[in-house]
């Protein structure tokens, strides 16, 4: 039988193409198909039972009594088709009755059948239903024919969901297992409610039989090759960086990309008269099938590796390469995917992106920093989420607490919306005291100012109830652009964005492209290959490389800001010498706006980002040159603790409130103060209530912070006396306590300061 199956599952394929071209109901085209199964597969029984009202109701048989049809019901993870439907598994037995699930109905008459072989009948990746056959001598049925009675429940599921036969247009694999609770890192706080959506969608099979099977070859071969390609190109690209856990995905990746058993797989369902599409459909649900018998969690995790390059193929394969962004959101959304760069989120339509939830993901990266500027709420290090949830499920986010809960209950679902009302009127308190004036008890006044990006937040200063905005980061622009943005554009931004702030201060940073914000439109081959990008060429390295970019935007800046006070600084200098170039830069293209009558600016203050520790050696050079300083803790700390800033496994593991952070940072603050220069604090530490704290103990008295932190920070600020801080800090600098973060949190509660 086992070679005749193999043969005649063309066969089997051409008749179900027929059957389901011919005009009839769907009951008789069934009634047609088990009959044309048996009879090429040499089976007494072929049997199909599809999932009604939760139940797997037998809807066609060949072999069994014809009374039993639509009154045999199981459920699902009952007997033996229960078994393989709510498992998603296959079974091969050589003797039914032995199995511990079996379960017997009189009504069948199937007593007399020893052999028994089934799988489930998958559409979008849950089971709809079962198809069974059953011999009467006892016997195991061999791999080609499991596969051919695959390949052929394949085509069922296409021909079932166009007839409509199951209920709902599809049923979830993962839904019967109830609600699920799942807990990541914090990145970005926040509570929202919205339905699953896969950053990269997962295809739904609409074709399962071949017309030209060559020509199905072609296709599966040429999107090996670009499949190929592309994970061979990605080690280059910032999704996946270089190091670590990336390089060890990226291996897995290769090998299976490479793996010649695979394309064999693909390439023998085709030949059996699948599509492309159905077959490394098939393949996969075989994969899949195995996996639910692995209990080796490392393998298992390979697997998913796996599963996630099918979809890729199946992407390829079918010309649906598209995110979720370029289909629309349609709905409030939870976006998941394992990783996302910060332009790649810009895409999505704000209105309606209520949370993202990623698998991999770190607290300064610059995704999390673009999501907290536009208010997300952001979970990180959710392993496995893209495989514990459905499209379109419900999922509950808990941005404050790092949690998340898939297909909640009623109740689950009040509790969640209790505290989320909860956590909005906590927010309506801070917003009452965002205008209130940032001044400690005994008085000394804080300044707290905003990061921005992007024209809708210079536009949204006035309700943050910031001081102006610290830190606009240009290079935002650049991100959100497909190709490079020209003088005229970015002087557009720059003019919108001052008459925005009014009065306020806006502080331009010149671009910090490069790192982990690389451009499709502006890369360097040697920097692709770079093993560690954020230590490259970036930034103002960059700039003054390629100074006709710099030059552009100075202009753009020098134009926007005629009549006003232009304020100006740049990322990423290491040496004094770069300031005064970049510096140089732009006092060239005030003397060619002066030459050329143009409207100057009022005066330009210039300022440097502390954040390349290399500088802060040498700031009796630098700060007779500045107007300001402004100390970028992110990149400051990742360099000064050789911690990838972007690295998940490193998210935790160093503190900003460690005693080698403050004390570099209060040798700055000092030196600042001591030559009478203004320093701020832009990076994502000064957001936090605690870490706040922490810096106005060593002398901090300016932030640019996520405006989400603007409300929190000052009703930090305004419960502090700050001369006490500061007699607390000097004493825990110089006598470190093991655990710096508790020492500080133990000291607020004490003094009642409100650190949330
Ligand atoms: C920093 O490095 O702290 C900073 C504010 O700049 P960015 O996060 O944009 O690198
Ligand atoms: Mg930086």
Known sequence: MASTAAASAREILTGLHEIMAKRGSAQSKLDRVVDLIAEAMGSDVCSIYLLRDNYLELFATHGLRKEAVHVTRLRMGEGLVGTIAGEGRILNLGEAAQHPSFAYRPETGEERFHSFAGVPIVRLESPIGVLAVQNADPRGYEDVEIEALQTVAMVLSEMIAGARLVDGARRSRLRSAGPLRLSGLKLVAGMAKGEAVFHEPRIVVEHTVAEDIEAERDRVYSAFRKMREQIDNMAKEAEFGTTGEHQEILETYRMFAYDEGWSRRINSAIDSGLTAEAAIERVQQRTRARMQEIDDPLLKERMHDLEDLSNRLLRIVSGRMGTAAQT?????????????????????????????????????????????????????????????????????????????????????????????????????????????????????????????????????????????????????????????????????????????????????????????????????EAEEQAENPAMGWRALRLSLDRSTLMRAQARALIEASGGKVLRVMFPMVSEPWEYEEARGIFEEQVDWARKAHRKLPARIEFGVMIEVPSLAEM??????????????????????????????????????????????????????????????????????????????????????????????????????????????????????????????????????????
């Open 328 to 524: 629309g959101l349609t709905r409030d959304a939870v976006l998941i995917a394992r990783n996302l760069g910060p332009a790649e989120l810009l895409e999505y339509d704000r209105r309606r992106l209520k949370a993202v939830l990623l698998e991999e993901g770190s607290l300064t990266s610059h995704m999390t920093i673009v999501a907290r500027a536009i208010g997300v709420p952001v979970i990180g290090r959710l392993h496995d989420i893209r495989h514990s949830v459905e499209d379109g499920e419900t999922i509950l986010v808990d941005g404050d607490n790092g949690s998340v809960i898939i297909r909640p209950n009623r109740q689950l679902l009040l509790g969640f919306e209790q505290r989320m009302a909860l956590s909005q009127r906590r927010r309506a308190e801070f917003a009452a005291i965002r205008n209130l004036p940032a001044r400690t008890r005994d008085g000394v006044k804080v300044s707290v100012m905003v990061n921005a990006g992007l024209a809708e937040d210079a536009a949204a200063l006035p309700m943050t109830g910031a001081d102006g905005i610290g830190l606009f980061r240009t290079e935002f622009q650049f991100l959100v652009s497909a190709t490079l943005p020209g003088r005229e554009r970015q002087q557009r931004l720059y003019t919108k964005v001052l008459e925005f702030a009014r009065e306020r201060p806006v502080v331009f940073r010149t671009v910090d492209i490069g790192g982990d914000k690389a451009l499709p439109y502006l890369t360097d």
């Open 619 to 756: 700031l009796d050079q630098l700060l007779p040159r500045v107007d300001f300083i402004s100390i970028g803790t992110n990149d400051l700390t990742q360099f000064l603790f050789a911690a990838d800033r972007s690295d998940p496994r490193l998210a935790q593991r160093y503190d900003w409130l460690s005693p080698a952070i403050l004390r570099f940072l209060k040798r700055v603050l000092d030196s600042a103060r001591a030559a009478g220069v203004p320093a701020r604090i832009c990076g994502e530490m000064a957001g936090r209530p605690l870490e706040a704290m922490a810096l106005i103990g060593i002398g901090a008295e300016n932030f640019s912070i996520t405006p989400a932190g603007v409300g929190p920070v000052k009703a930090m600020v305004r419960s502090l006396d700050a001369a006490a801080v500061r007699a607390r800090l000097d004493q825990l600098l110089a006598r470190p306590p093991k655990d710096m973060r508790k020492a500080l949190t133990d000291w607020a509660r004490k003094h009642s300061v409100t650190i949330g």
